[in-house]
């Protein structure tokens, strides 16, 4: 199985201090940084685009951006992302007709692929065809387009139907994650964890990252044994 890999969600940061923000995370143990980008269309929220990862990209050496594209028309903003420096573009499969096709362009551009589904969309939606040409599978634990949100735990079982398909893939859950609910995510075979508020708000965000990061390798262990 995959490695463990904790992805902050930068949509719960100090927007006005988002370099420092980022930094911040990078210090306390943060591999990716999770970056919402919404485009008021998709999802009736409005975000970050590329002008602003560009500059986090410059004033952030050596950040892994993790592009969580909730946008209408996700094959419009493949090279614009890709120019601002993100290293992960993941779409969601509802908004794309051709999403084989999509993530192709995505590695054109040198840039790993991710598909996501929402929380009313089955596992299946992801075909074995799709799912092959991706680098990374997410889960929506929440509706996309709002940080805070309650965490669906009706959303987990599809976690574990991906990764009984998928067993070497990267498998990411983004909503409402946190100490109290990233057991159950990890028991399901996810290995990459966005958590927001659960880690910006904490007064020592490095704990709960190695929080989220053990608890995912523990069960990754208990996998193994089986």
């Given at each position: 199985m995959p490695r463990a890999i904790i992805s902050p969600s930068v949509l719960a940061s100090d927007f006005g201090q988002l370099n420092a923000e980022c930094k911040r995370m990078m210090k306390n143990g943060a591999e990716w940084l999770h970056m919402d980008v919404m485009d008021g269309h998709f999802v009736p929220n409005i975000t970050m685009g590329a002008p602003i990862l560009s500059c986090v990209s410059k004033g952030v050496p050596g950040i892994f951006m993790d592009c969580h594209m909730m946008v209408a028309q996700p094959e419009k903003w493949v090279d614009d992302i890709c120019?601002?420096?993100?290293?992960?573009?993941?779409?969601?499969?509802?908004?794309?007709?051709?999403?084989?096709?999509?993530?192709?362009?995505?590695?054109?551009?040198?840039?790993?692929?991710?598909?996501?589904?929402?929380?009313?969309?089955?596992?299946?939606?992801?075909?074995d065809e799709v799912a092959h040409a991706a680098d990374m599978l997410l889960v929506m634990t929440v509706y996309p387009g709002r940080g805070g949100q309650k965490f669906l735990e009706r959303c987990v079982p599809k976690v574990a139907e991906l990764r009984a398909r998928f067993p070497d893939k990267d498998i990411e859950v983004d909503g409402g994650v946190g100490p109290n609910t990233v057991g159950m995510c990890a028991d399901a075979g996810s290995n990459v964890i966005v958590a927001g508020t659960a880690i910006f708000a904490s007064q020592d965000p490095g704990q709960v990252i190695e929080i989220l990061r053990s608890t995912v390798e523990l069960a990754q262990a208990k996998a193994a044994q089986k």
């Open positions: 120019d601002a420096g993100g290293a992960l573009y993941c779409f969601h499969i509802e908004a794309t007709a051709d999403p084989v096709s999509l993530i192709h362009k995505i590695h054109e551009k040198k840039m790993k692929a991710g598909v996501a589904i929402s929380p009313d969309t089955p596992s299946t939606a992801i075909s």
